[in-house]
């Protein structure tokens, strides 16, 4: 006997499947919900160590700079690089990061603080640490401009001129390099972790504000020649250099901007950096000892920084092989270059000048030549190198302009050279009335 009709038993089962399909369908947003909290997460730990280690990138900036210099001058770098952090980050804060990946016309944009909208860049941290991130990115660049006019600058002016770098240039070469609609972004040009955006940006605008500085005093003669003025502490520089080497971990792989997912790019990234800069040092260790016939300890420690810089541009997109050979090669450009600076009567205490804008310029180039996927020695014509020159000459030639005018701007108005006296007698003594070291 039939309890239930057909219609009953059509309304029951709806029933049934719709309570099923509710229950899934719940379950699985709760799945996808959970999911997405743990990918920002595990991405957000990953960013923020990332962070971290390019934040501690200053310390090595700082010791570096400090053992290339004269012990009279030591305390002034390290203040210097203090500058850099807190008035460049106060400055990228309230304006810079708004200019960056504010919403743009491909060439600027301009925002205020902290953006609280989509970003465009599929982020799964928050816009708050991507900040800071990129905070590293940018202190960075001016630290690579401090070390080019150690000895010899005003403090309040080079405050200045880092208020103006980190608030308005280098934002805008960031805006158009990452900004999802920064006009080379939508070329296709390729700086993973700014061998352009940063470093050929910061040596560039070392170039130009050591060039309106002028040369230390005794460093060239009346007749032209150049004079070695010797770092006063080099195991304090190489320390300086094992950080900065350190930090580079975080600073290319970090621009993946989170692990979830990119497991084997973060691995390819690591190690490229690593095998870049270790070719790097053997190339300056073979130039120097056939060139001069000893190891020139301090090319040594840029030859490294020079590997990392040159493969900056292309380490998610090189194989490991011409990673060896791009750094190979950067480990002997920035000798040459240093020479051919040298030669120009530019007074570069570090060689930031070469290791960062040569070799960021070199670093960005080889991109078009190694890519794996449209590099020119891998089969795919001239289309990627084409935008890798574009890309960078307007970086170098931007960033060479606009810090040479304000440069001249400060001048004019403020002064950006300490006196010939003070310079004798050091800026630790005039400036902040002790020395570096006690027993002196």
């Known amino acids: 006997m039939n309890y ?8 029951l089962l709806g029933k049934l499947i719709f309570y099923i399909y509710g229950e899934i369908t719940e379950t699985m947003e709760e799945t996808t919900h959970l999911l997405n909290e743990q990918i920002f997460a595990i991405n957000t730990v990953w960013v ?4 971290a280690l390019i934040f501690f990138m200053e310390a090595g900036f700082a010791l570096l700079e400090a ?12 203040a ?22 504010g919403s743009s016309n491909g060439w600027f944009a301009f925002d205020l603080g902290i953006m609280t909208g989509d970003l465009g860049l599929g982020l799964t941290v928050s816009n708050k640490l991507f900040w800071f991130i990129q905070l590293g990115f940018a202190i960075a660049a001016i630290s690579i401009v401090s070390g080019a006019l150690a000895e010899r600058m005003k403090l309040w002016s080079y405050a200045i001129l880092v208020i103006f770098f980190c608030g308005l240039l280098y934002p805008i070469v960031a805006n158009w390099v ?35 500085l002028g040369p230390r005093i005794g460093k060239y003669s009346k007749e032209g020649a150049s004079n070695t003025i010797p770092g006063h502490n080099l195991p304090l520089a190489s320390v300086g250099a094992f950080i900065l080497w350190f930090g580079w971990f975080g600073f290319n792989p970090g621009s993946s901007l989170g692990a979830v997912g990119n497991w084997e790019l973060i691995g390819s990234v690591v190690v490229n950096t690593f095998l870049a800069s270790a070719a790097g040092g053997i190339a300056t260790m073979i130039y120097t000892y056939f060139s001069y016939r000893k190891i020139d300890i301090t090319m040594v420690i840029n030859g490294i920084l020079a590997g990392l810089v040159s493969i900056t541009a292309g380490c998610n997109v090189v194989g490991p092989i011409s990673a060896i050979a791009i750094g190979f090669i950067a480990g002997i450009l920035v000798d040459v270059a240093v020479l051919f600076i040298d030669k120009m009567k530019v007074d570069d205490p570090v060689g930031a000048i070469a290791v960062h804008g040569v070799n960021g310029l ?12 449209g590099g020119l020695f891998f089969g795919g014509g001239m289309n990627l190198l084409v935008t890798q020159i574009i890309g960078v000459v307007t970086i170098a030639l931007f960033s060479f302009s606009l810090t040479y005018i304000l440069m001249k701007l400060i001048k004019s108005v403020l002064g950006i050279r300490i006196t010939s006296e003070e310079e004798v007698v050091g800026i630790d003594s005039v400036s902040f009335g002790v020395k570096s070291y006690s027993n002196e």
Not at 48 to 51: E, N
Not at 80 to 101: H, P, T
């Open 4 to 11: 239930f009709n057909n219609n009953s038993c059509s309304t």
């Open 67 to 78: 053992g290339f210099v004269r012990s009279k001058n030591a305390m002034s770098i390290i």
């Open 48 to 51: 923020a160590l990332c962070a």
């Open 362 to 373: 070199f670093g960005t180039l080889a991109v078009g030549f190694f890519a794996l996927d």
């Open 178 to 212: 990452w900004n999802p609609n920064g006009w080379l972004a939508l070329r296709g040009f390729n700086d993973f972790a700014g061998s352009a955006a940063v470093h050929a940006m910061g040596g560039f605008s070392a170039l130009a504000a050591a060039i309106v």
């Open 80 to 101: 210097k690089v203090i500058i850099d952090i807190i008035f460049g980050g106060i400055a990228f804060f309230v304006v810079g990061f708004g200019i960056a990946y």
